[in-house]
């Protein structure tokens, strides 16, 4: 099992540019959810999916679209990068909503 | 709003000593607390979870204590390693919300 996978790995966007984070995991995980780390904020939950078709609206969802197609995959759209949006991302993938399942990371810099 | 607060922002600690990471909360309808691990270009790993109908739970040499009644819950690591140094997130059910993170660096 490769777990949570994302790509890519790092990115530099500028600002106004869209771009889409990948996130894939092949543990039949029917929660999905993208968060994003800053310095000294911890972990904020963007948008998370129960299941394929359903997606909520997490902590911090302006300037992030998400769908989720099928049950292995849960991209990440931003709709027009901002210099706000430079952080870490993490796709996180859970059995029942609890024990989450972490994906490596995207770094993503907008200029 | 942050739900679960999360102390100290960083600590140091020498090997063989004890770590303490304490982490309040308020929204008392949460009914899972779990702690993360994170190492430097790595995503949070589950070390260790906590159900409210139990005070304490222990895995190896981590620990978690928690009190119910003061909303409150810490992560007690005995014998400290360098290889323990990271970085460690408390969290709360209902969509998992992440305290901010503790630094932890075990002195050799």
């Known amino acids: 099992n490769a777990g949570v996978t994302q790509t890519p790995k790092f990115q530099v966007l500028k600002t106004g540019q869209s771009m889409t984070l990948q996130c894939a995991q092949d543990m039949n995980h029917e929660y999905m959810s993208w968060y994003r780390q800053d310095p000294g904020m911890g972990l904020r939950l963007i948008h998370y999916s129960v299941g394929a078709g359903i997606t909520d609206q997490g902590e911090v969802p302006n300037g992030y679209n998400v769908s989720r197609s099928t049950t292995e995959d849960f991209p990440l759209r931003l709709l027009s990068a901002a210099p706000s949006q430079t952080s870490v991302y993490f796709c996180?993938?859970?059995?029942?909503?609890?024990?989450?399942?972490f994906g490596p990371g995207t770094r993503l810099t907008v200029t | 709003q942050q739900q679960v607060k999360q102390s100290p922002q960083s600590l140091i600690v020498q090997k063989g000593g004890i770590s303490i990471i304490n982490c309040a909360y308020e929204n008392t309808a949460f009914d899972y607390f779990p702690w993360y691990q994170q190492f430097p270009g790595k995503g949070p790993a589950l070390l260790i979870a906590i159900r409210p109908d139990v005070s304490e739970k222990k895995e190896g040499r981590f620990t978690i204590s928690f009190n119910k009644s003061a909303k409150q819950f810490s992560l007690h690591i005995m014998d400290s390693q360098p290889g323990d140094s990271a970085t460690y997130f408390c969290a709360a059910s209902d969509k998992i919300i992440f305290g901010k993170g503790t630094r932890l660096h075990i002195l050799p």
């Open positions: 996180a993938s859970s059995r029942t909503g609890l024990e989450q399942y």
